[in-house]
């Protein structure tokens, strides 16, 4: 059983997190603009379907593997993956 995990945009990912997901998490967290009114940072969730990490950004914004052991960045807007972006 793998257990997932939370924390904050922009913080270092806890160990629980595949290293095959971090550069695509940095790249999302990089892209979030500063909010000059001081608003807290939206938290990534760490979770596994099927045994494959998946993190998601309170914002609805996916980091997941494919297939292949790719990183893919998708937003969930509930329409499905295309097929070169598949991850089960």
Request: glycine residues 8%; aromatic residues 4%.
């Amino acid at each position: 059983m793998q257990l997932g995990t939370r924390w904050t945009s922009g913080d270092e990912p806890p160990a629980a997190v595949p290293a095959a997901l971090h550069a695509q998490i940095a790249a999302v967290d990089r892209s979030i603009p500063g909010d000059e009114l001081g608003q807290p940072r939206p938290r990534w969730t760490l979770t596994f379907l099927e045994g494959r990490p998946i993190a998601e950004l309170d914002t609805r914004v996916i980091v997941a593997l494919r297939a292949d052991g790719t990183a893919v960045v998708r937003h969930d807007d509930d329409t499905g993956f295309a097929d070169d972006d598949e991850i089960v």
